[in-house]
């Protein structure tokens, strides 16, 4: 008896599901629209966000000028985000923003603008385009409501995408010097690179290794440089090296860096006793 009832619950489960969808159909294809308004919220309330999406945009229309047309516009922007359509979520709650600046719901609308503008920013190996675009958004709406409760929030995620942008770019300037083992030419620009980020983002926590990527990458540029630029090249390197130095005196670096500053002192060394050997070679 057990296995007949099992053997007939797919076919029972299927009837259902039927009759489900055609009640839908039935509600969505009707023009009683406080009917279908009222399906719409239980649809929401389900969590079945399509259903009550695909709802509220056939009611929208027939809304205008009621009192249910503004939180319908609200309910239907979060359709969008639960179902993780986020750009058309961005773009909904933006609207209503916009039509309605003056709601109650306003201040919410412009806060999930920036969630799901933050959902869209990608990983950080990728252009970070989507998350300086998230970053403003957030900017735009710590500037609006500094008192509203969605702001520890709001600050935790812009902290986590500032994190982003910066490891982003830390990364971009090491990608300069990595070319170095593929082409020496590369040195300069790893230089200056490493420079631009720390100007950049003079509070990061890559700053140290930045540093001493920059010394390292200045020093094997004056190496690789002809004899007539070496001097002023490897003393930059010694500079930088001082620098280093009185900024991370416990650097995990710290010894690779002084060996660089050891190699650097001495190519000077040679440097100046070359130049005088020639000068007295000269004056002879």
Not at 10 to 22: D, E, K, Q, R, Y
Not at 82 to 103: M, V
Not at 258 to 278: F, G, H, M, P, V
């Amino acid at each position: 008896m057990t296995n007949r009832i099992l053997s007939y619950l797919p076919i029972l489960l299927l009837v259902v599901l039927l009759g489900a969808c055609g009640q839908y159909n039935k509600i969505l294809k009707s023009d009683d629209v406080d009917k279908k308004y009222a399906a719409a919220l239980s649809y929401y309330e389900k969590e079945e966000y399509d259903k009550a999406g695909a709802l509220l945009e056939d009611l929208m229309p027939l809304l205008k000028g009621r009192s249910e047309y503004e939180r319908a516009n609200f309910l239907y922007a979060y359709t969008k985000y639960h179902q993780q359509l986020y750009l058309e979520s961005s773009f909904h709650f933006t609207s209503f923003g916009q039509t309605f600046p003056r709601s109650q719901y306003a201040e919410e609308a412009a806060f999930m603008n920036a969630k799901s503008l933050t959902n869209e920013s990608p990983s950080v190996n990728l252009d970070q385009q989507s998350t300086a675009q998230a970053m403003a958004a957030l900017q735009e709406f710590m500037r609006r409501y500094p008192q509203s409760k969605y702001m520890p929030e709001a600050n935790t995620i812009y902290d986590e995408l500032s994190r982003k942008i910066e490891l982003k770019a830390f990364d971009v300037a090491k990608q300069y010097y990595k070319l170095t083992n593929y082409d020496p030419q590369y040195y300069k620009a790893a230089v200056v690179a490493l420079e631009n980020f720390r100007k950049s983002f003079p509070s990061s926590t890559f700053n140290e290794e930045a540093a001493y990527l920059r010394i390292d990458a200045q020093y094997n540029y004056a190496r690789e440089s002809i004899e007539s630029k070496q001097r002023d090249r490897y003393a930059e390197v010694v500079t930088m090296y001082q620098t280093f130095v009185d900024a991370y005196p416990q650097s995990k670096y710290l010894r690779t860096a002084e060996n660089i500053y050891d190699s650097s002192r001495q190519a000077l060394e040679r440097l100046s006793k070359t130049t005088a050997a020639a000068t007295t070679a000269t004056n002879n």
